[in-house]
């Protein structure tokens, strides 16, 4: 693992932009999974700052993001999809067909949760996978449990998810209380994973990540075992 600290978050933002940058730019083809959250928001300027200079060709790119609100549809200001058209789709070169959230307005979501990862399967698998990390270790949506879920499934959020997420919302009732998230197999089996986290709030569950017991009750805590991850965490 590799672990770069660096001051701002506007280092943090340019360092992660270029790595995404440089998987494009070695497969332009190539499967991105992607984040939600306000710590990839500057990674995502700097992408659009990159395609619109002419750096960049994301044309031919498919993604697939982590994870999607219960009950939200992507026309839902808080949805993740929506979130993901208005800070990265619509300003970048993107084919919107090929990018994919899972539904938060599925009936099934056992059955949508396999047909997500199958289609991502399908594409090839993640060539690079972004993540943020919540305040009690989760990636995706994947919260503190006795064990890690494979599969792309159905989860009920904890109390202090729904706390940390509630600044996006009018009060606190209106946060759904149950998310679909890709689980720890398609995260794992991304060939390069990319962690971004910031602020003096993540410092300790990121290293307790980093260095810590690899426990369910510290989800992020599984990408110890991955062979291929840099977590950059900046200060500001
Ligand atoms: C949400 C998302 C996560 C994200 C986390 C942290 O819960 N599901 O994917 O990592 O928020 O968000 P932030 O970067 O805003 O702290």
Do not use: W
Request: net charge negative; glycine share 8%.
């Amino acid at each position: 693992m590799k672990f770069i600290k660096v001051k701002t978050y506007e280092e943090l933002s340019k360092i992660a932009a270029d790595i995404i940058a440089d998987q494009i730019k070695e497969k332009p083809d190539c499967i991105l999974g992607l984040a939600t959250g306000s710590t990839p928001i500057g990674t995502y300027k700097e992408l659009i700052k990159k395609n619109k200079n002419g750096e960049l060709d994301f044309s031919h790119v498919t993604s697939f993001n982590l994870d999607e609100y219960i009950g939200l549809d992507g026309e839902h200001d808080q949805s993740y999809r929506y979130f993901m058209n208005n800070q990265l789709f619509n300003h970048v070169n993107i084919d919107k067909s090929k990018t994919s959230v899972p539904s938060g307005c599925t009936d099934d979501p056992e059955k949508e949760g396999a047909e997500y990862d199958k289609r991502i399967a399908e594409a090839g698998g993640i060539d690079l996978q972004l993540l943020g990390i919540g305040n009690n270790g989760h990636i995706g949506f994947n919260e503190p449990d006795s064990y890690f879920t494979g599969p792309t499934h159905l989860v009920k959020l904890e109390p202090s998810t729904i706390e940390a997420n509630a600044r996006f919302f009018e009060t606190i009732d209106d946060v759904p209380k149950q998310a679909i998230t890709m689980g720890m197999a398609s995260i794992m089996q991304a060939k390069k994973i990319l962690l971004v986290a910031s602020g003096k709030g993540k410092k300790e569950i990121t290293e307790k990540a980093v260095y810590g017991n690899i426990d369910p009750k510290v989800p992020a805590s599984i990408l110890q075992v991955h062979h291929d991850v840099t977590v950059i965490y900046s200060e500001e």
